[in-house]
């Protein structure tokens, strides 16, 4: 048992700082740490510089983009990434359909789609959630039928982040509607410009516009759209969702706003003393470092494992990172809006590209909006009552 | 960057996990503790067998030269076991405040004994002022010729009913809790004018009081006029030792609890089938595991000479194992419900010892202020 990294996952590490710290423009990187939304062409933009460099896809089959790390390194690119503040490449294209259609997609559909795809030349969003089938996805009712040498989609998907950035959708859509209903979906890429799709927003508690619904009112999509064979959707999905075991502690992204809170309780003062001074303060910051550290070397007792585990294999450590990860995020943004006191009041967005001055310090107006908006990491990717219900059954066997 | 065992390493796990599967089933320790000691000597006598008293101890002092990680597997088997000798009172803390504090040439003499099984070892350090504060030392130790006069009373020596010398701290010089002044000693509990009282404690372990009037010792008895450094270390390393005796003996919660839940049935069918109990299975598997990586941080940073980083880092451990060992030990009762009350079923002993854990050097609370009050442990990136 060695708990240091070697010369070699050191020289990569400064390697990784370096580039997050330069490569990345510091003005997208000002918006990540702050938590203020990050525009279309930001996210493309950060994502084309690390494409660019090869680091963009490198989870990815080495043919097609990947990097044939170690899981070390994977690790530490990671974790660096998001302790630089930088953008994460867009996770519906690097993270999810991506591996998708690298592992089940025809060489055609590789061809067509992964390049596009790496390179953010096609922003992807996500259609599987829909109104009646929220944990139960498997109950999907968005259904594609084959008429005339084309598939005609027609329902409703929702809460589907960034529908109003993406060129392309990926779909589950019941294809089969007399099969069981896991056996009757297929995994089907759709064209946002087709005609009969309407993008509708969904307004959330933080007052942002992250998520949308989207219809489909007799969509013609061509059959080579499909990715894998008809009716295997349900594996493709569960393949995807289990793609990013690792990364969705965020563990580097908790570690840096954990910095933030420091620099700025140094700044806001309790009394006399700066908040940062007040024990209380101290004792609940420390207390989540301690679950935050102790979540790092779960991530790591994981990570050295996938070395050695058989593929499909599970390390019962990996389960709890994104129930306990999510719940440290969140704990996080309700200690930042507690260090900026009351400037948490001001509600700035309307504000937005009018020219006023902003109410307060700069570094509170996101604070509020924040907290509301990251309630969501325990309800998305499987609730945490879903989580535990996976745990139970395969972990636990009960 | 690994968490692979070595070859020697696996084969010590081996050895003492089968050493507590074979001989300390609940109901074998039950039998153990009724023995007059407390615990078994002929399980002391096979502790010693397989070496594992000269953990701490180099080669040529009949040890094997193991560090933190070594610690760690014995120590969670032994929280597997619920292992009641004096191993953590004799290893951890007298070898390792041999090993630190020890001049060459008794440590030459004392170690190979404690290896042998020879030689039990306890320290004495509470007062009944102190709490954890190590430094809060008022048993004085005044020059008398060429030895020195202690005189003072300590509160629960662990296992020092039935140990042979018993490590004592005194002041030398100083106010009360002043970090320098504080002296090591190494006495004979058959020194006219010491008198200790044995007891049981809560978990069915051993301890004692200790009075000391007019104790009249050799200089030679003297390890350390300035002891203080010394022994923060070695409680670093115990504490990361009990670190990991937590987690074993969590493991076994979750186990035993996970049977029940599987085997118990209640309105016609196995409890573990009703979503409300596995949901919270599943939070007592999270603070376990979040305990055992903790755990295994303290094991490696045990070793750290730099007193501050280690010093954050067993605090912060002990700040997880405190919190994850409550949670697990009051579900795993609750899981249970009425069997779990019982004197005569394990998990209320696995119970009993975790909490007793968390009130030794330092429960939870105090390691957080103490780790708060430091910075906490994440600092800005370079």
Excluded at chain 1, 153 to 167: E, F, H, M
Aim: aromatic letters at 8%; charged letters at 25%; glycine letters at 10%.
């Amino acid at each position: 048992m060695n708990l240091n990294f070697t010369p070699e996952e050191i020289a990569f590490r400064d390697e990784a700082r370096h580039f997050f710290r330069t490569a990345i423009p510091a003005s997208i990187r000002a918006k990540v740490a702050e938590g203020e939304g990050l525009t279309r062409d930001d996210m493309i933009e950060a994502q084309r510089i690390l494409n660019a460099r090869g680091w963009c896809t490198v989870n990815w089959p080495v043919e097609w983009g990947g990097q044939d790390w170690t899981p070390i390194q994977v690790y530490l690119y990671q974790d660096e990434m998001q302790q630089a503040n930088c953008p994460s490449p867009i996770a519906f294209n690097v993270s999810m359909v991506g591996p998708v259609i690298a592992q089940f997609g025809s060489q055609a559909i590789k061809e067509r789609f992964l390049p596009a795809t790496a390179n953010a030349d096609i922003f992807w969003c996500q259609g599987f959630s829909e109104p009646g089938s929220g944990s139960d996805l498997a109950s999907l009712r968005t259904k594609a039928e084959k008429k005339d040498g084309k598939y005609v989609v027609n329902g409703q998907k929702t809460w589907t982040t960034l529908a109003q950035y993406a060129d392309w959708i990926f779909c589950l859509v019941r294809t089969d509607p007399t099969a069981k209903a896991q056996e009757g979906i297929s995994f089907l890429l759709i064209d946002m410009k087709t005609p009969g799709i309407t993008v509708r927003p969904i307004v959330t508690i933080d007052g942002g516009r992250e998520v949308n619904e989207v219809f489909f009112d007799n969509v013609e999509v061509p059959l080579d759209n499909l990715v894998g064979q008809e009716n295997k959707g349900w594996d493709y999905a569960k393949f995807l969702l289990g793609n990013e075991r690792t990364g969705i502690a965020r563990v580097g992204a908790s570690k840096a706003k954990i910095g933030r809170i420091k620099e700025l309780a140094a700044l806001e003062f309790s009394g006399e003393r700066p908040l940062i001074e007040s024990p209380r303060f101290q004792e609940k910051l420390a207390a989540v470092e301690v679950e935050l550290k102790a979540l790092e070397m779960t991530q790591l007792r994981v990570v050295s494992d996938e070395r050695k585990l058989a593929k499909g294999g599970q390390n019962p450590a990996s389960s709890i990172l994104k129930l306990k990860g999510s719940v440290i995020q969140q704990q996080l943004t309700d200690l930042l809006m507690e260090v900026v006191g009351p400037y948490v009041m001001p509600y700035q967005r309307d504000f937005e590209g009018k020219n006023e001055p902003v109410i307060g310090p700069e570094y509170a107006t996101e604070a509020a909006p924040m907290y509301f908006n990251y309630r969501k990491v325990s309800i998305y990717g499987g609730s945490n009552e879903i989580q535990r219900n996976i745990i139970a059954k395969a972990i636990l066997g009960l | 960057m690994d968490f692979d065992l070595s070859e020697d390493q696996r084969l010590l796990k081996d050895s003492v996990d089968r050493l507590v599967a074979d001989q300390y089933q609940f109901e074998q320790r039950k039998k153990y503790m009724r023995e007059p000691a407390g615990y078994s000597t002929a399980m002391w006598n096979q502790i010693t067998e397989l070496g594992l008293l000269g953990l701490p101890f180099d080669e040529t002092l009949g040890g094997f030269g193991g560090g933190g990680v070594e610690t760690a597997i014995v120590m969670d088997a032994f929280g597997r076991g619920l292992v009641l000798e004096p191993y953590f009172a004799t290893v951890i803390l007298g070898g390792g405040l041999l090993r630190r504090t020890a001049p060459a040439s008794m440590l030459g003499e004392m170690a190979p004994k404690v290896a042998a099984g020879k030689m039990k070892l306890a320290f004495a350090h509470v007062e009944r002022q102190s709490r954890y504060n190590l430094e809060d030392v008022t048993t004085t130790a005044v020059k008398d010729g060429g030895g020195y006069v202690l005189d003072g009373a300590k509160s629960v020596v662990i296992h020092g009913d039935t140990a042979n010398r018993i490590f004592v701290t005194a002041r030398i010089a100083g106010q009360r809790r002043a970090r320098d002044g504080i002296g090591l000693f190494l006495i004979d509990p058959a020194t006219p004018g010491v008198v200790r009282r044995g007891y049981p404690t809560q978990d069915g372990q051993r301890a004692a009081e200790l009075t000391l009037t007019k104790v009249r010792v050799g200089a030679a008895d003297l390890l350390s006029d300035n002891a203080l450094p010394a022994i923060e270390h070695v409680i670093d390393e115990a504490i990361a030792a009990l670190c990991a005796e937590a987690v074993g003996a969590m493991q076994s919660m979750q186990d035993l609890t996970l049977e029940y839940l599987k085997t118990r049935k209640q309105f016609g069918r196995a409890i573990g089938s009703f979503q409300v109990l596995q949901h919270r299975s599943v939070d007592m598997l999270v603070a376990v595991e979040q305990a055992r990586s903790m755990a295994m941080f303290a094991a490696v940073m045990a070793g750290e000479e730099n007193p501050t980083e280690r010093r954050k880092a067993i605090s912060a451990a002990k700040v997880q194992i405190g919190r994850s060992a409550k949670h697990v030990g009051q579900e795993a009762i609750q899981l249970h419900g009425g069997i779990g009350m019982t004197d005569e079923y394990a998990v209320g002993h696995y119970f009993k010892r975790v909490t007793m854990i968390d009130q030794m050097y330092g429960d939870a609370d105090t390691h957080l202020a103490f780790l708060a009050a430091q910075g906490g442990l994440f600092g800005k990136v370079a």
